[in-house]
């Protein structure tokens, strides 16, 4: 992530994304900790206010060091953690980078990952200048893989190896030179 760009806090019609604080610490473990959620994920629960703690730490020393950006989606009206996208993994060139993102279960099938994710690519393109976002879901993980449809994202059939669980997705940024 360039280190001349700061963190922005992204806005839709129903949702802020803003920056991880210590007062996320409980919606954070009910994030990290679901067992929905992390049905298709490869990573340790976090289980105590002291682990959430360490989280929001890393996760906002990382942003201020440019390694990642981080978002807590919210409702405009109401500010609570509904779930978080990011952008990581960013190549050497500045020119790739990653999304991921998680939703507490009774927020799923609303849209509001379909709004957020928008925000992400508009910013990830728009004010990154990003040439492409990769995307890594799991092959069953059908809601992931058809909002990254929705968004235009693509399969890379190289990535589609029987024994690996995950797909890659990529989205490339629009070309200037076409109008639509």
Request: glycine share 4%; with cysteine; charged share 25%.
């Amino acid at each position: 992530m360039s280190s001349s760009l700061q963190f922005s806090a992204l806005q839709t019609v129903r949702l802020k994304l803003r920056q991880l604080s210590d007062g996320d610490q409980e919606k954070i473990i009910q994030l990290r900790s679901d067992a929905e959620v992390h049905k298709y994920l490869e990573r340790p629960l976090l289980r105590k206010p002291g682990e959430a703690i360490e989280f929001i730490n890393r996760i906002n020393d990382g942003i201020a060091r440019g390694e990642w950006y981080y978002w807590v989606i919210s409702l405009i009206t109401e500010g609570t953690l509904l779930g978080t996208v990011c952008l990581f993994n960013f190549s050497a060139d500045q020119k790739v980078a990653e999304v991921g993102y998680e939703l507490l279960p009774q927020h799923q099938g609303k849209g509001y990952m379909n709004e957020a994710l928008q925000a992400v690519i508009d910013f990830a393109f728009q004010k990154l200048s990003l040439k492409q976002i990769d995307a890594f879901s799991h092959r069953e993980n059908s809601a992931s893989l058809r909002l990254l449809q929705k968004k235009k994202f693509k399969a890379d059939p190289a990535n589609d190896k029987a024994e690996d669980p995950f797909l890659r997705y990529y989205l490339k940024a629009p070309d200037p030179e076409i109008s639509y």
